[in-house]
């Protein structure tokens, strides 16, 4: 027997849901197309050495413009596509889109490297080390050029098998960074047992470390605790100068984020390095 409040309940709730999945659907058929017709995007954010100044990495964004809505934001549609399982056709054309600009950018840039964000579904479809070996391949990338960032979330829904696949992928010589760290649920045990190379301080924790004693003290740990496991440590977000002066006397390693650079296409990224690399010794002109 329903309730009449149960009834309500339950009404309301297929009734949003079932326009919230058309609308869903739409979208991500409308992915589906724009992938396959490469009018999404890849913008480049810079990631800067605190100590030399030199870029030593950029990290591809994925930018959609759809026709009717405008810009989505990848906080929208990620999700859907991780949900949908739409993520296996887009980390394809990232990785595509991002070996070939890297090969472009090699260029003038031998000692770039472009960071790709990956999901857990990628992972554990076994799809990807194929995919990447054959797309860097045939774009002339060498396998250390290119790193795969993922959450820690994503390399924990399904440890033993996300460890495994994440284990192939290093063994290729592929770069494996951990995504936002410090913004959720963390096994530190697990932590240790990641083939990775670099920790990424999630922005949450960056944001007001300027004023408040214990975020300092929480990225302080984390910094110290990232070295000892032997990770190289990228603070994100990092917005204003005061942050970077701070986290270099932390002995934060790189830092990425509006205060060096926004995301940017791939022209205008060409443009800023030449104008960055012409002007600039250090982000922090401390030499
Ligand atoms: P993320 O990988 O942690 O990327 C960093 C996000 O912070 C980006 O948002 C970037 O534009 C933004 N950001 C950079 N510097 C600053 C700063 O100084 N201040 C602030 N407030 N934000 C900053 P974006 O591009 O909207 O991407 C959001 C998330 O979507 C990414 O987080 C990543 O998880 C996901 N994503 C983006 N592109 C891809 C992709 O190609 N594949 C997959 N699987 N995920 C992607
Ligand atoms: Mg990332
Ligand atoms: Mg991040
Ligand atoms: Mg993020």
Redesign the pocket.
């Known amino acids: 027997e329903i309730t009449p409040h149960g009834q309500l309940e339950t009404g309301f709730y297929s009734k949003n849901h079932d326009i919230y999945s058309e609308s869903r659907l739409t979208l991500m058929s409308d992915l589906r197309e724009a992938l396959q017709q490469n009018t999404t995007e890849?913008?480049y954010?810079p990631k800067a050495c605190l100590a030399s100044g030199r870029i030593v990495g950029l990290?591809?964004?994925?930018?959609w413009h759809h026709p009717e809505r405008g810009a989505v934001?990848?906080?929208e549609f990620?999700p859907l596509?991780?949900e949908t399982g739409v993520?296996s056709q887009?980390?394809r054309w990232?990785v595509d889109r991002g070996a070939a600009d890297l090969a472009h950018l090699l260029k003038n840039h031998p000692q770039l490297g472009v960071s790709?964000?990956?999901?857990a579904r990628?992972l554990v479809s076994g799809e990807l080390k194929g995919t990447i070996e054959q797309t860097l391949a045939r774009h002339q990338v060498k396998a250390d050029q290119l790193t795969l960032?993922l959450?820690e979330t994503a390399a924990m829904e399904d440890p033993a098998l996300g460890l495994r696949a994440l284990q192939t992928l290093a063994d290729v010589g592929l770069r494996v960074s951990i995504?936002?760290f410090g913004s959720g649920y963390s096994s530190l045990s697990y932590l240790k047992r990641l083939p990775a190379t670099e920790l990424?301080l999630?922005?949450s924790l960056i944001?007001d470390v300027d004023d408040s004693d214990s975020s300092k003290v929480i990225v302080q740990t984390a910094i110290n605790m990232a070295h000892g496991l032997g990770y190289d440590v990228v603070a994100?977000?990092?917005?204003n100068e005061e942050t970077a002066n701070l986290l270099k006397i932390m002995g934060c390693d790189k830092v990425?984020?509006?205060?060096l650079c926004?995301?940017l296409p791939l022209p205008e990224l060409e443009a800023w390095l030449a104008e960055y690399h012409a002007r600039f010794s250090s982000p922090c002109n401390t030499g």
Do not use: C, F, H, M
């Open positions: 890849l913008y954010q990290e591809a964004l994925i930018r934001s990848p906080a990620i596509a991780e993520i887009l980390t990232a790709i964000n990956i999901s990628d960032e959450t995504d936002d990424k999630d922005q944001l994100e977000g990092v917005e990425q984020g509006y205060w926004r995301p």
